[in-house]
């Protein structure tokens, strides 16, 4: 069974920094699948990055993804203050089919 | 425009059972991969189950032998029965429809609230 970890749980940074997400999986996963998505309290998810580094329609270029085999980040250049939310990553192919990591809280500091 | 609504959710006692619906717009649910995710108050994100455009149906471990997905192609509506309830699957319901690529999902529902208690 693969299992994704998001790493920090919680990340506190100010508009303007740059923002790097952790995903790591207990097993090799394809770059082809992994994806990114955020989640605004109260919304549905939204997805942000698919085969790990490609951008979803209408997605900003600030929003970037990258890595391969066990370990992929999501990075934000430059916060604007839409972009605090919850972070998850998400795989698909192995047992289970699809997962989900645990996410990362990114909040105003 | 795409949308996902759910509906079905509710107050069951452990061992009870639940069907919950999920009424698509905008595109034809038979012609998607479509998923049920969950989400427990204040966790993550949880995939419950799948259909595939043609037919077949996989399903998380923790709800295997006791939860059924399908879908009324004539209501365009993709459905969740859920049986022998647990209280560990008091959660957030959301029906989520696959991109083309099937790897990942584009469009969600707001989701449907399905609480297990005595």
């Known amino acids: 069974e693969i299992v994704l970890t998001q790493s920090p749980g919680t990340l506190s940074l100010s508009p303007g920094e740059r923002a790097t997400l952790s995903c790591r999986a207990s097993?090799?996963?394809?770059?082809?699948?992994l994806a990114w998505y955020q989640q605004k309290l109260g919304q549905a998810p939204r997805l942000l990055i698919y085969g790990a580094s490609s951008r979803a329609t209408g997605i900003p270029d600030r929003f970037s993804g990258s890595g391969s085999g066990t370990d992929f980040t999501l990075t934000i250049s430059r916060l604007e203050p839409e972009d605090f939310a919850v972070y998850y990553c998400q795989q698909y192919g192995s047992s289970p089919l699809y997962s989900f990591g645990q996410g990362t809280k990114l909040e105003i500091k | 425009e795409v949308q996902l609504v759910e509906s079905g959710g509710g107050l069951v006692q452990p061992g009870g059972s639940l069907r919950l619906s999920c009424a698509a717009s905008g595109f034809t649910v038979s012609s998607n991969y479509m998923s049920w995710v969950r989400q427990a108050p204040g966790k993550g994100l949880e995939w419950v189950s799948v259909i595939y455009s043609g037919g077949s149906t996989y399903y998380a471990d923790s709800v295997k032998g006791r939860f059924t997905i399908s879908r009324d192609n004539s209501k365009n509506t993709l459905y969740l029965q859920m049986n022998s309830l647990r209280a560990e699957d008091t959660a957030v319901y959301s029906c989520?429809?696959?991109?083309?690529?099937?790897?990942?999902?584009?469009?969600w529902g707001q989701g449907t609230l399905v609480t297990v208690s005595s």
């Open positions: 097993q090799s996963v394809s770059s082809s699948y």
């Open positions: 989520a429809r696959h991109t083309a690529r099937i790897t990942d999902f584009d469009y």
